[in-house]
């Protein structure tokens, strides 16, 4: 399943095909503009430049907000969720703090590391905004907000293949007396360690301390079923901290 971009997500999502490919590392930190916080209702270069970010990180926003610079609802529900994700005080404002991890996350507008455009189809799963890229042509073409491992349990960064695809996989991880964990639309990658879909992750979202046994989890059970049907064995597999 494709997200459905905006205008502003398709201009950026173009910047990947630039021939100058960076390495993923965010945008060296800076002062924050003078006009934050931003609010609802706000405009200006600095809401476009937020918009901008939100638009690479896979928010949806609406072309009425972008195209006019506005913090409309779109913006302000994309930073909420961004604020939530990042374990922030989730209040839809774009205070100095929000805008500090927005850049640190999402500074380097358009760019990938060059394993992830180095064949016709890539995953390039960055740690640090906790997303999933799929890559095809040099093209992100869909987005996934995922979750790694806890501490101790670390979902291993470097480069792999898809060496198995199991759409009904399940996991022993509670023990073997206890019913096995389902974890469909497997993508081994590296042993044991597979993107997958997570019911788990699905109903609890992001919290402090939560985590996979080291596999990628994904929440949005349509998107991975539309990743595992798309994706081959012996795909490209890319993990990195941005």
């Known amino acids: 399943m494709k997200h459905r971009w905006t205008a502003v997500a398709a201009a ?10 960076g390495t993923g590392t965010a945008a060296a930190a800076g002062p924050a503009p003078d006009d934050l916080p931003l609010v609802h ?15 690479w990180l896979g928010y949806e926003l609406r072309e009425k907000e972008t195209s006019s610079t506005y913090y409309g ?9 961004f604020q939530q994700k990042f374990f922030m005080p989730v209040n839809g404002k774009l205070n100095k703090d929000t805008w500090k991890m927005l850049k640190k996350v999402g500074g380097s507008v358009g760019e990938l590391p060059k394993k992830c455009l180095s064949e016709k189809k890539t995953l390039c799963i ?10 095809h042509k ?26 198995y695809k199991d759409r009904y ?58 990743l595992f049907d798309q994706f081959p064995a012996g795909g490209l597999v890319h993990v990195y901290w941005g």
């Not at 960055?126 to 890559?135: A, M």
């Not at 040099?138 to 898809?162: A, C, H, I, M, N």
């Not at 993508?187 to 080291?214: E, K, M, Q, R």
């Open 126 to 135: 960055d740690k640090t905004s906790k997303l999933l890229r799929y890559v």
């Open 169 to 226: 996989a399940t996991s022993g991880i509670n023990g073997p007396n206890a019913p096995r964990a389902p974890m469909p639309y497997a993508l081994f990658f590296n042993g044991d360690i597979a993107v997958h879909y997570s019911p788990t992750f699905a109903a609890s979202g992001y919290y402090p301390g939560g985590g996979s046994h080291g596999c990628v989890n994904v929440a949005d059970l349509k998107g991975v079923a539309w």
């Open 41 to 55: 209702g706000d405009r200006g270069a600095t809401v476009a430049k937020a918009q901008h970010r939100l638009a």
């Open 73 to 81: 609802r779109s913006t302000r529900a994309a930073v909420k969720k």
């Open 12 to 21: 950026v999502l173009a910047l990947a095909l630039v021939p100058a490919v």
């Open 138 to 163: 040099g093209k992100v073409v869909q987005t996934l907000d995922v979750r790694f491992g806890v501490p101790g349990l670390d979902t291993p960064t470097g480069t792999y293949r898809v060496w």
